[in-house]
């Protein structure tokens, strides 16, 4: 009895261990792009105006990267809205105002926080299958919530829609598959419920 103790307890060890790891080169690889990100003061305009109807006090920085694969919002204590400049070369201003509006809603919820707290609980109970799924479902109720107060804030959620679709066709082109913090395409599954329920149509959900 002793013995499967010992081999339990250091499989947990293990597993614990490799979560932790991986969490760690996230975070490590997110404060590398802010580092390297270029900024965005063409954006500071629309998105001051957003965090104002958002009610966020405190407007996160705004930056292009050439190497990741779709906006998102990087940083727990320094938040920064990230933009792939391959996509900004392509995308509309209709659906680059709606990509900042969703991220900044991300920022709004403290969703950039409350996600590294769920990665490091995933990170401990990785053999529970449970825990895995209540999580999961928790980070897609976050990117509707997040498209939800996009769309209410630019009034436009049809430029969201047409904005995820548009990320999701440019990151199958490409090879890099990384994604730090919070993207805006969030779970692939979820994707098409998600540009479903932008239309006003009712997709199926959990």
Same mark, same amino acid.
């Given at each position: 009895?002793?013995?499967?103790?010992?081999?339990?307890?250091?499989?947990? $060890?293990?597993?614990?261990?490799?979560?932790?790891?991986?969490?760690?080169?996230?975070?490590?690889?997110?404060?590398?792009? !802010? !580092?390297?990100?270029?900024?965005?003061?063409?954006?500071? $305009?629309?998105?001051?105006?957003?965090?104002?109807?958002?009610?966020?006090?405190?407007?996160?920085?705004?930056?292009?990267?050439?190497?990741?694969?779709?906006?998102?919002?990087?940083?727990?204590?320094?938040?920064?809205?990230?933009?792939?400049?391959?996509?900004? &070369?392509?995308?509309?201003?209709?659906?680059?105002?709606?990509?900042?509006?969703?991220?900044?809603?991300?920022?709004?919820? #403290?969703?950039?926080?409350?996600?590294?707290?769920?990665?490091?609980?995933?990170?401990?109970?990785?053999?529970?299958? &449970?825990? !895995?799924?209540?999580?999961?479902?928790?980070?897609?109720?976050?990117?509707?919530?997040?498209?939800?107060?996009?769309?209410?804030?630019?009034?436009?959620?049809?430029?969201?829609?047409?904005? #995820?679709?548009?990320?999701? !066709?440019?990151?199958?082109?490409?090879?890099?598959?990384?994604?730090?913090?919070?993207?805006?395409? $969030?779970?692939?599954?979820?994707? #098409?419920?998600?540009?479903?329920?932008?239309?006003?149509?009712?997709?199926?959900?959990?």
């Amino acid at each position: 009895l002793a013995a499967a103790r010992s081999s339990l307890l250091a499989g947990w $060890g293990a597993g614990a261990s490799a979560s932790a790891a991986a969490l760690l080169v996230g975070v490590f690889a997110s404060r590398r792009l !802010r !580092r390297e990100a270029v900024p965005l003061p063409a954006l500071e $305009g629309s998105a001051r105006v957003l965090a104002r109807r958002l009610r966020l006090r405190r407007l996160p920085a705004i930056g292009a990267h050439h190497r990741i694969p779709e906006p998102c919002l990087v940083g727990i204590v320094r938040p920064m809205v990230l933009f792939p400049s391959r996509w900004l &070369g392509s995308a509309s201003a209709a659906e680059v105002e709606a990509v900042l509006a969703h991220e900044l809603a991300h920022a709004r919820r #403290l969703d950039h926080r409350t996600n590294p707290i769920q990665r490091s609980v995933e990170a401990l109970l990785w053999f529970h299958p &449970g825990v !895995r799924k209540l999580s999961r479902l928790a980070r897609r109720e976050a990117e509707h919530a997040a498209d939800a107060l996009a769309a209410r804030v630019t009034g436009d959620p049809l430029a969201l829609a047409r904005a #995820l679709d548009s990320v999701a !066709r440019q990151r199958r082109s490409r090879l890099l598959v990384f994604s730090p913090g919070l993207a805006v395409s $969030g779970d692939r599954s979820t994707l #098409l419920p998600r540009i479903q329920e932008l239309l006003g149509m009712k997709p199926i959900r959990p």
